[in-house]
């Protein structure tokens, strides 16, 4: 793996440019990336465990709500690619917010009516940079796609959810970083009435890791239990 990481030094030209994704769901989509960094997004790998899923939840909704835009390829998927009405975009960590908005404008999407970006931390209690999932309620048309990738603040969030969770016809896609974690992740949504499913990695990530920070990155997906 050294060998070839040092081959793409070489090889890879370094900066960041825009470029376009070649590959998967987001095929199409322009993102300021940074080769030497940022390549399985470039070719379309990055989360691709995670692709068919996004393409199945994203199916007839209404909402979408990212929780942890970052850069903003999630958000440039549902304002392009999903029927979603409302694009909600949550990124406390200002420093992401100018490459967030210059992706948008690759895309064209900046002045999109359906976008409202917030750098609010969605979390179990409202306040001052706080803001619940139950909160949303009022705002949020169903049925609703959750993406969570928020760094052990997923039970946080849905203990604020009961009424999200009960009334919005809600899907969700949740990034976990430990086992504990996503213990408790599992027990809220069965709680609430929800079937989930722990997407494992794929065998070719032997040969091509993510390199990711942390004991544990895998996702999961929660839909409604059908009655």
């Not at 958000?75 to 909600?88: D, G, I, K």
């Not at 896609?173 to 494992?200: C, K, M, N, P």
Request: proline share 5%; charged share 20%; with cysteine.
């Amino acid at each position: 793996m050294r060998l070839l990481s040092s081959v793409k030094q070489k090889l890879v030209p370094a900066g960041v440019s825009p470029r376009i994704i070649q590959s998967g769901p987001f095929r199409g989509l322009k993102m300021e990336l940074d080769l030497r960094g940022q390549t399985q997004v470039y070719l379309g790998l990055f989360e691709r465990e995670v692709h068919p899923w996004v393409s199945e939840l994203s199916r007839g909704i209404h909402a979408a709500i990212d929780i942890g835009s970052a850069q903003g390829e999630y958000l440039l998927y549902f304002l392009s690619r999903t029927p979603a009405q409302q694009v909600l975009g949550f990124e406390p960590d200002e420093s992401c917010w100018p490459a967030l908005r210059r992706n948008l404008a690759l895309n064209f999407l900046t002045d999109d009516p359906r976008l409202s970006l917030s750098n609010q931390f969605i979390s179990a209690q409202d306040g001052h940079r706080n803001i619940s999932l139950d909160s949303l309620v009022p705002r949020i048309g169903g049925p609703c796609l959750v993406k969570m990738d928020v760094d052990g603040q997923e039970g946080n969030i849905l203990a604020g959810a009961s009424k999200f969770l009960a009334q919005t016809q809600a899907r969700f896609i949740v990034e976990t970083h430990s086992e504990s974690l996503e213990r408790e992740v599992i027990g809220i949504f069965t709680d609430a009435g929800y079937q989930t499913q722990i997407i494992t990695q794929a065998w070719w990530r032997l040969f091509v890791p993510e390199h990711r920070p942390g004991a544990q990155n895998r996702w999961l997906v929660a839909t409604r239990r059908v009655q």
